[in-house]
């Protein structure tokens, strides 16, 4: 079971979050409704998840094809729901960047296999109604 610790460190909206194993990050909200800016926010961590998520699963299929990934970079934009509380991600795009020995089939064939049977937090988005799409550019 995972374990999270929140300590709430200023006089606004910003968390000092710890893991287990004693990983850090900080979390706020922008200035423009509260918070300090200083960190964070909550659903754009979510987003990051997705990213990392999916980066794990990619890494380890190009590991395992031994493919070598001199860059690997990916850009993440999120759309949420309009006028509603709590406001879900609707949709979510990722551009996927690569640069190494694999093709871009390769690349476009793991990115498939990660969001769509691999990654935990894109099955979890898509439960909650986000559309994910994707697409891999070679630099």
Request: net charge negative.
């Amino acid at each position: 079971m995972a374990k999270m610790l929140l300590n709430r460190i200023n006089d606004g909206f910003a968390f000092h979050v710890v893991d287990e194993a004693g990983n850090t990050m900080r979390m706020d909200i922008p200035k423009d409704q509260g918070g300090h800016g200083t960190g964070l926010r909550p659903m754009q961590t979510l987003l990051s998840a997705l990213g990392a998520c999916s980066g794990v699963d990619i890494v380890m299929i190009f590991n395992k094809q031994k493919e070598t990934m001199e860059d690997f970079q990916m850009e993440i934009e999120g759309e949420r729901e309009a006028d509603k509380e709590p406001a879900l991600w609707k949709q979510i795009h990722i551009i996927f960047k690569f640069k190494g020995t694999m093709s871009k089939e390769k690349a476009e064939k793991a990115c498939a296999l990660s969001i769509d049977k691999y990654c935990s937090v894109a099955a979890t988005l898509r439960a909650a109604g986000a559309i994910i799409t994707w697409n891999v550019e070679m630099l």
